[in-house]
């Protein structure tokens, strides 16, 4: 069979089986028997492995494979873990520079981040020691991982100071781990994921933690919650300070006085992109002062001092071309 015979044959089934599966779980009303249901999946698996690129988020059978939010503790997160707001164009960025001088009375320095495409995972340390790690969730309220991400390597367990902090980042699985992983569960007749994304969401979100343990989930590590426990006035240094506390930090950040030298670095990893080892979707575009950004506060769901750049979807990753990076 050819690529667009199973495309075509892939979009229908999963049209179908979304169509079954919400009529059974939300309607409590099945459409068809469950022989058909299973005899169609099968279908799609199938398909599935002979094509992995054509296997896409919304699958049925990415919802396989990790196990439902219901069973995982739930978390609430004292601070909200707030939404970013997002531009597609470097226009808007210059709005919101504009909103940021109107605000302020002059112009300021921005920290600039890669935005990296992963999920975002809070850790809480009480005295130095690591005492809870969960996801976003809602916002509000997250999953409880705290076993999960203790296998995860570059999260440290202790801290060189007994602080009290809570730290968040986004857990992601590197290119190369996500390549391996797909090849394996291919092997095995298993479902794969559609992405690096779903993979590292898939392999967190584990009731049990030796199969997370198995998934080379890594992390970047990207603000403090509460900075005034460790006496920094700046979002670079407080990356500096975590990066001294053992956490791992992503090194391609830059404070920007303008916004010419975010033009640059947006131009820089929109070329590099596909090379880097794990996955970015944009950049991220801070008040680098965090007295002003207190001044400046949230909307009830966004910082109104941070943005978000995104960079058009990526095309379908055919090589992934890997050179030596200091992660
Ligand atoms: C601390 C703030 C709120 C400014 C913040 N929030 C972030 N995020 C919030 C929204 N998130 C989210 N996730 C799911 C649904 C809605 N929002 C996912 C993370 C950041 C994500 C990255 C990154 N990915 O590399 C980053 N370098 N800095 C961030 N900084």
């Not at 531009?87 to 919101?96: H, K, M, N, R, W």
């Not at 002003?292 to 909307?299: A, F």
Request: glycine share 6%.
């Amino acid at each position: 069979m050819d690529q667009q015979t199973a495309q075509t044959q892939l979009s229908q089934l999963r049209l179908e089986l979304n169509r079954y599966r919400k009529a059974y779980y939300t309607e409590d009303a099945p459409l068809v028997e469950d022989s058909v249901y299973d005899q169609k999946y099968q279908q799609l698996l199938q398909l599935e492995q002979q094509f992995p690129e054509l296997v896409t988020p919304d699958s049925p059978s990415q919802l396989v494979g990790d196990v439902p939010a219901s069973n995982l503790a739930k978390v609430t997160h004292e601070i909200p873990m707030l939404s970013m707001g997002d531009v597609f164009s470097f226009a808007e960025l210059q709005e919101f520079n504009e909103r940021i001088k109107n605000a302020v009375g002059h112009p300021v320095d921005y920290n600039v981040e890669l935005k990296i495409d992963g999920l975002a995972l809070s850790l809480v340390y009480q005295q130095g020691q690591l005492v809870q790690g969960s996801t976003r969730g809602d916002g509000s309220i997250g999953e409880d991982v705290t076993n999960n991400v203790r296998t995860i390597k570059n999260i440290p367990q202790t801290l060189p100071e007994p602080l009290d902090l809570e730290v968040r980042g986004e857990c992601f699985m590197p290119k190369a781990a996500f390549a391996k992983l797909n090849n394996q569960r291919e092997q095995n007749g298993e479902t794969v994921f559609a992405n690096p994304r779903n993979a590292a969401a898939g392999s967190l979100r584990q009731l049990n933690a030796q199969i997370t343990a198995q998934r080379q989930l890594s992390t970047f590590i990207y603000t403090v919650v509460n900075p005034q426990n460790i006496a920094v006035a700046t979002q670079s240094q407080a990356l500096e300070k975590m990066t001294q506390l053992g956490y791992h930090v992503n090194p391609e950040r830059f404070v920007s006085h303008d916004l010419q030298g975010v033009k640059a670095y947006i131009a820089k990893y929109q070329q590099l992109r596909d090379q880097l080892p794990y996955g970015i979707d944009g950049i991220v575009l801070k008040v680098n002062d965090l007295t002003l950004q207190q001044q400046l506060g949230n909307t009830v769901k966004v910082p109104r001092w941070e943005i978000a750049y995104k960079f058009p979807p990526e095309e379908a990753q055919t090589t992934i071309h890997q050179i030596e990076w200091t992660v």
